[in-house]
């Protein structure tokens, strides 16, 4: 009679199901297309701002962010929850622009602790020269290629999906 207490150490465990819906194979397929178009798109709009102006999409994203603040200023905190980079890659990118005299770095008025980044006149041009090309790229690569129903419906679904827990 075999020794059943061995035969129960190896004995595999019991898989469980994880505790988050499992995306089924189409899901997955739809996933890595909205990565590829999304890919695809930003390389071509960076392609394009680099190739005119020198300037990358992070740097764009930044200036865009800087625009639409009031007085073209915003805390450096605030700044890099609104832009697709991480608080140290904006520190660089700004120390970066600051160096180019595109952006100027100064202490927050309201509580003198916080640093604030601000367009200087230069990058407000350069800003307002880049906004041509990347409105160009955005309608050739992305609007361009959508029909109003399809755009609506995007824009309700990444609204979803950008609203979703962060954590």
């Known amino acids: ?6 035969a129960a150490a190896v004995r595999e465990p019991r898989p469980t199901r994880p505790p988050y819906p499992v995306p089924d194979r189409a899901e997955i397929e739809v996933f890595r297309a909205f990565l590829t178009a999304h890919s695809r798109i930003t390389k071509k709009l960076e392609a394009a701002l680099l190739a005119e102006h020198q300037m990358s999409l ?4 930044v200036f865009a962010q800087l625009h639409e603040s009031p007085g073209h200023c915003l805390r450096m905190t605030e700044l890099s929850e609104a832009v697709l980079l991480s608080r140290s890659g904006v520190t660089r990118l700004v120390e970066r ?3 180019e005299g595109l952006v100027r770095r100064g202490r927050a008025t309201c509580d003198g602790r916080g640093v604030t980044a601000t367009l200087t006149e230069l990058g407000l041009a350069r800003f307002h020269a880049a906004v041509v ?3 160009r790229g955005i309608g050739e690569h992305f609007a361009s290629r959508l029909t109003t129903v399809e755009l609506a419906a995007l824009g309700l679904i990444c609204g979803e999906l950008a609203s979703g827990p962060t954590s």
């Open 1 to 6: 009679m075999p020794d059943t207490s061995t």
């Open 58 to 61: 992070a740097a764009f994203d």
């Open 97 to 99: 622009l600051e160096q």
């Open 133 to 135: 090309t990347q409105l």
